[in-house]
């Protein structure tokens, strides 16, 4: 029998229209030990340096510490973007990022590699990781960089590829199970790369579009998935993103009650 005990984290992309006030406070109430940032800067006051500290120290309170946070992706944040000029961009606004969360006491961050592609996955791949090594050549040498994989296979091969290219002190990788479920035969990237993990964003779907359901609710075979997540001993910390962050259909605590049991049936 397995005796790995996990703890369990959400994501505060649960819903972006309620406050992060809310999230802490139905988080730790249903018995989440962790939180993340989405990337949604407005919600979490991330810019507002009095203000987040106030949400980060309520955090720390209510026994649900901040511990990660997502880089906004898309325009200004695409890494793989070919203009030189556009991707420079990137990279200084994905620093600047990874600066104020480094002096917020936040020293995980999630990066997607790369946007929804306009070019071919050799270029996205290249631009990626000469992006990704600037970036770790400036970024703070104790904060753990992880990269994400996206959805498609595409994405999946650029991951791939970027996880061969650095070692696991430079970059980590944080396993979205949605994207994955999109992209290809299920668990392609987890049984290869599984030694990898750092970072989970866990969740479900119906096999066709990125629903971040939750786990149990859509057609991915969480018996599987702990079978293989199990083998890396020190990942003990699951991260859920479930919810898309837009308004949910029913209470807010409700669902993260209900993400919570299914944590604990998963992975209990």
């Known amino acids: 029998m397995n005796k790995k005990k996990y703890r369990f984290g959400i ?21 989440f030990s962790f939180l993340s940032l989405g990337a ?45 000029a556009e991707r420079r961009l990137a990279i200084a606004n994905t620093v600047k990022y990874i600066e104020r969360s480094y002096s917020y006491g936040i020293d995980s961050v999630i990066i997607h590699p790369h ?7 050799e270029t996205a791949l290249s631009r990626s990781r000469e992006s990704l090594e600037e970036i770790i050549m400036q970024a703070p040498a104790d904060i753990r960089l992880n990269i994400e994989n996206l959805p498609d296979d595409r994405g999946s091969w650029i991951c791939s590829g970027l996880l061969d290219h650095f070692d696991s002190g430079e970059l980590g990788w944080c396993y979205d199970s949605s994207h994955e479920n999109i992209s290809g035969e299920p668990f392609h990237l987890l049984e290869k790369h599984y030694d990898r993990l750092a970072v989970t964003h866990l969740s479900d779907n119906m096999g066709e579009d990125d629903d971040h359901l939750i786990p149990g609710e859509g057609v991915i075979e969480w018996r599987r998935m702990r079978g293989i997540v199990d083998r890396k001993e020190a990942l003990t910390d699951l991260l859920f993103e479930v919810g898309t962050g837009d308004r949910l259909a029913e209470p807010v605590e409700v669902f993260i009650r209900r993400a919570f049991k299914r944590a604990l049936e998963y992975f209990g």
Do not use: C
């Open 11 to 31: 994501s505060t992309t649960v819903d972006y229209t309620v406050s992060i006030e809310s999230i802490l406070k139905h988080a730790a109430d249903a018995g």
């Open 40 to 84: 949604n800067h407005k919600q979490s006051h991330f810019w507002d340096m009095e203000r987040f500290k106030e949400i980060r120290d309520e955090a720390e309170e209510l026994g649900i510490p901040i511990e990660s946070l997502h880089i906004p992706f898309g325009e200004g944040f695409d890494l793989s973007y070919p203009d030189e």
């Open 115 to 121: 946007h929804y592609l306009k070019e071919s996955k």
